[in-house]
């Protein structure tokens, strides 16, 4: 069980169920009625397994159910739990504590995007944004044959988009975007990394109408290629280089 040791007048001395324990750092924000930002601060005990997650439910269940987190799957798979962990965008139910090597643990709410309340934050535009770059196989299905029901790939042309389409949407390579951060009408790289998961897609005959979507002034270009998008994907999605993909068929190196 947590221990409050910052909003309690004195100190609460449940017993730990671990030996080790870490000062979790809470980021406290409603902009409907505060100004600033503040730190609320939890003693908590941790296992080996236990994650960030896990953690903040803790405080959750036993000292201040009002702190606002998004989750739902607790495996890496929703997209629902980034935020800033220790200063880096990481999926909270994916991130042990344990592996953090820290004895303090900052959560704050993602970077690059609106914050709605604690850790929360809105996902409306990095959603705009993916609906923008049409993400679905668009062709004309009057060029099948009447006998046809499936689009048939070798697994060379599956390979060519698959890592593109483990994307969950979490927002952490937007979050770890300095573009975003100075540009919030910027594409951003999550909706670039879609727009090469279907512009390589051999089923696909939308790679015209994408090409044009991106190439704008908030478009693929703003990109400088920090790199940092790739570095903090949890799914091993690899920004970075579909736009360098994409930036190719632009340039007439790829077709
Ligand atoms: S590319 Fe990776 S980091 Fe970006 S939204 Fe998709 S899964 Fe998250
Ligand atoms: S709770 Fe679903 S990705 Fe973390």
Known sequence: MAQVSSIADEQVSTPLSSSKS??????????????SSKFLEFTVPYEKWTTVLEAILDVKKHFDHSVA????????????????????????C???????????????????????????VGFEKLFEKH????????RDDADMKSDEREFLQSPQEVEQYIQFANCIKCGLCNSACPTMATD?????PQALAQAYR???????KGKDT??????????IWRCHFAGSCSQVCPKGVDPAMGIQFLRGYLLGFRS
């Open 131 to 138: 609906q923008k770059i049409k993400p679905y196989l668009i």
């Open 94 to 120: 994916f991130t042990k504590i344990s592996e953090l090597d820290s004895d303090v643990v900052t959560v704050e709410p993602m970077n690059n995007f609106p914050v709605i309340r604690d850790l929360t």
């Open 22 to 35: 870490i000062l979790l750092r809470i980021s406290k924000f409603n902009p409907q009625l505060d100004e």
């Open 198 to 204: 279907y512009v390589a897609d051999s089923r696909d």
């Open 210 to 219: 994408r090409l044009n979507i991106i190439d704008e002034s908030h478009g």
């Open 69 to 92: 987190v998004r989750y739902s799957c607790r495996q890496a798979t929703c997209g629902s739990c980034g935020m800033m962990i220790n200063g880096k965008p990481k999926l909270a």
């Open 184 to 188: 919030s009408s910027f594409v951003g």
